[in-house]
């Protein structure tokens, strides 16, 4: 999971590149019938989409 200090520092396009990984961890997790872990994911997914939200309509 990312660490908040350096989430809020980063660009647009580095937190689109960020969720893209993280949905990547999420799927393989699934994938390796690891419930809880994938979980975990998507709630960092949600977190970063909202924190990417706010930044966009900053610009």
């Known amino acids: 999971m990312a660490a908040d200090p ?3 520092t980063m660009t647009p396009k ?3 590149k960020s969720i893209d990984n993280t949905r990547r961890l999420m799927q393989e997790a699934a994938k390796r019938l690891d419930f809880m872990e994938a979980a975990q ?3 960092e997914i949600l ?3 909202a924190l990417l ?3 966009e309509k900053e610009e």
């Open 53 to 55: 939200d706010e930044k």
């Open 14 to 16: 580095q937190l689109r």
């Open 6 to 8: 350096i989430v809020d």
């Open 41 to 43: 994911y998507r709630d």
């Open 47 to 49: 977190r970063l989409t």
